[in-house]
């Protein structure tokens, strides 16, 4: 399986792969997008299996994203990891799409019991 990381900081597109490895993901592969745009590209060309994304990003932000995609009809299994998990963030994300949000800090358990009934 495939997983697009999208984050404009690159460190935490490194954070986010090690936890995903700490979660028991570490046989899946994983393709990194630096915001929303190059997402939309980097789909395209890899057609990952799960999207996990920031929320705040420049150019096209984590929501913009989630909404382009579902609106060209891409159901792509997408969720948010991000600073901010507000109750508000949260319905916000549920109604464009969104499978889950976990909010920064976060955990390999966390991860875990997110992508388990995406990924299995």
């Known amino acids: 399986m495939k997983i ?31 915001n929303g745009v190059e997402a939309l590209d980097v789909m395209a060309d890899e057609v990952p299996d799960l999207v996990l994304c920031d929320w705040n990003m420049p150019e096209m932000t984590g929501i913009e994203l989630l909404h382009t995609l579902r609106g060209q009809g891409d ?26 949000l976990i909010a920064k800090p976060f955990t390999a358990e966390a991860f875990a019991e997110a992508l388990e009934p995406v990924l299995g």
């Open 4 to 34: 697009l990381i999208v984050d404009d900081s690159r460190v935490m597109r490194s954070i986010v792969a090690r936890t995903l490895r700490q979660a028991g993901y570490d046989d899946h592969d994983v393709v990194q997008a630096s």
């Open 75 to 100: 159901t792509t299994p997408f969720g948010f990891v991000t600073s901010e998990g507000s109750g508000q963030m949260r319905e916000r994300a549920e109604a464009a799409g969104a499978l889950f």
